[in-house]
Nanobody, 120 residues
């Protein structure tokens, strides 16, 4: 079993910065990808950023140029540096990790989420 714990959420003014962290624990042999998704009230969960074990990254269109994701494979942690925050960034941010299972299958894990609120 893999447990994900997020930290770093809070209240920030528009234009400010915030750093989210996620730590994976448990019996971990390998994590293919780690990253962040977010969900605002009344909206679907959307991709924020993910990073694969080889370092390749994928960002959601709405955060490109403002957010930066980083990963420490040895420590099984992933961080999200958020800059130039906007009220539209207000959401619950969820950490995600994907691990390999059988051939051509994967297992996804989710954290409990951390609230990010950006005031105008």
């Amino acid at each position: 079993q893999v447990q994900l714990v997020e930290s770093g959420g809070g209240l920030v003014q528009a234009g400010g910065s915030l750093r989210l962290s996620c730590a994976a624990s448990g019996r971990i042999f390998k994590i293919d990808t780690m990253g962040w998704y977010r969900q605002a009230p009344g909206k679907q969960r959307e991709l924020v950023a993910v990073v694969a074990s080889d370092g390749s990254t994928t960002y959601g269109d709405s955060v490109k140029g403002r957010f930066t994701i980083s990963r420490d494979n040895a420590k099984n942690t992933v961080n999200l540096q958020m800059s130039s925050l906007e009220p539209e960034d207000t959401a619950v941010y969820y950490c995600n990790a994907v691990t390999p299972r059988l051939i051509a299958t994967t297992q996804a894990y989710w954290g409990q989420g951390t609230q990010v609120t950006v005031s105008s």
